[in-house]
């Protein structure tokens, strides 16, 4: 969902629409990312009969739509409401929100430099999506990655600054999680203290992921990590087993891990 207008969506597209006018043949909706109104047949609102349309749609709703015909000439656009599945309904919502938000941040951003929203746009929004694709995107990166990430993107650092201070304000970045159970035995004299300092050996301070370890009841232990990608985690969650089993073996005790 770009900053960088289209005058017409194109065949097979999927758009975000509002209903503005119902018939019993149809609706005509409004386009949310096109300065379009386009038209829905009644044969396109379900794979069903439909009795009553309003049954399907209705106005003001927000709906995801299929373009099926485009006619840049006369100005027409045919929509299906029927052809768009679940699954794509949910993830051009997804998109619609994330572009929403980047445009609220957007606004934000040019407010702050004290320039036209139009020149954020075309200086800003345009290129770094011609680079990454989307500019919610983007951000997402920026606030991980630091205003050095935009810089080297060809964003001036005193813009680069600004953006990232307002990102990360308003952009949360989605953690996951990995975890196990550690099996650990001592039958030495100092067993329990061996144990335990094997398990703060797994405390690994890494500022991009955070290692939690919990008693689950002898000798198990609940370990998990929490980061901002799988890849991290995995790689601290290796590192932190890697240290505790190592350790037990050397104070002669006995360690394994299992999901």
């Known amino acids: 969902m770009p ?5 017409f969506p194109e065949l097979g597209e999927l758009v975000v629409a509002t209903p503005v006018k119902i018939y019993d043949h149809g609706a005509y909706v409004k386009l949310d990312e096109f300065d379009k109104i386009g038209y829905i047949p009644i044969g396109e609102v379900a794979s069903v009969w439909v009795r009553n349309i309003r049954d399907f749609i209705k ?35 997804i998109q619609w929100k994330r572009f929403k938000k980047s445009e ?3 606004e934000e951003i040019a407010n702050k430099l004290k320039i036209p929203l139009s020149e954020a746009i075309n200086k800003i929004a345009i290129p770094l999506e011609d ?15 630091g205003p050095k990430f935009l810089t080297d993107m060809g964003i001036k650092k005193e813009w680069a600054d ?15 999680e990995v975890s196990g159970v550690l099996t650990l035995t001592s039958t030495k004299p100092k067993g329990i203290e061996d144990i335990k300092e094997a398990l703060l050996s797994g405390e690994i301070n890494n500022k991009d992921a955070k290692v ?7 000798p198990k232990y609940r370990i998990k990590v929490t980061a901002r990608d799988y890849k991290t985690a995995e790689n601290v969650l290796k590192e932190s087993i890697d240290r505790i089993i190592t350790k037990i073996t050397q104070l002669g005790g006995t360690g394994n891990f299992v999901r």
């Open 3 to 7: 900053f960088k207008k289209r005058e």
């Open 59 to 93: 106005e003001g709703q927000k709906v995801v739509l299929k373009v099926i015909r485009v006619d840049e000439k006369k100005g027409h656009i045919d929509l299906s409401l029927k052809k768009v599945t679940d699954r794509e309904r949910k993830e051009k919502l």
């Open 104 to 106: 609220k941040i957007l």
């Open 131 to 145: 680079q990454y694709g989307e500019i919610y995107a983007v951000l997402e990166a920026t606030v991980i990655n």
């Open 162 to 176: 600004v953006i990232y201070e307002i990102a990360k304000h308003h952009i949360e970045i989605p953690l996951v």
């Open 212 to 218: 939690e370890i919990t008693y689950l009841g002898a």
